[in-house]
């Protein structure tokens, strides 16, 4: 099982997950709505749902191909090609960060590691965690982020 190989996986979820994020925000143009200014980019699509701007489920096109979108709880859920990019938001290190479960990368994983185990999966999780490319964000349930894509924002506006 090549670590590095699945790290780059889940790290690609997670940039894959941001890049929705943003283009969810530019199709409904919610960064230029006066109540939305100035609102964490993670959490702009969830205000906007509370607020009735926009749908907590819909559509929207991004580079040619149907984009779903569900706004729950704390997060947002998107599928393309029946692919589902998932994520909560929490706040992390003073920041608000998008969170992944391990059930959503394992799902991802599985994509391409059609032979891959649970237990498999989960001990190379706990090897990235030990590594600290992967920070398990709550003792009993299994949820991360990835320290990497704290600097993310500049690179998918």
């Known amino acids: ?20 994020n943003f283009a969810l925000i530019s199709n409904f143009k919610l960064n230029e709505i006066l109540d939305l200014q100035d609102i964490n980019h993670f959490i702009l699509p969830l205000r906007a ?10 559509n929207f096109i991004l580079e040619n191909e ?20 998932s994520f909560n938001i929490e706040p992390i290190n003073e920041s608000v960060l ?36 992967l920070i398990n964000i709550h003792e009993n349930v299994l949820s991360y982020y990835i320290p990497q894509l704290e600097f993310s924002k ?4």
Not at 1 to 18: E, H, L, P, V, W
Not at 49 to 58: A, R
Not at 66 to 82: A, K, L, Q, S, W
């Open 1 to 20: 099982m090549d670590n590095s190989k699945i790290y780059n996986f889940i790290q690609s979820y997670g940039a894959k997950c941001i890049k929705l």
């Open 49 to 58: 749902s509370k607020l009735k701007i926009i749908s907590h489920e819909g």
């Open 66 to 85: 149907d984009v779903e979108y569900h706004i729950h709880g704390t997060g947002v859920t998107f599928t393309i090609n029946e692919i589902k990019y």
């Open 98 to 133: 998008p969170v992944f479960s391990i059930s959503s990368l394992y799902d991802y994983i599985t994509l391409v590691y059609t032979k891959m185990s649970h237990n498999d999966f989960t001990a190379v999780i706990n090897q990235l965690v030990e590594k600290r490319l």
């Open 154 to 157: 500049n690179n998918y506006q």
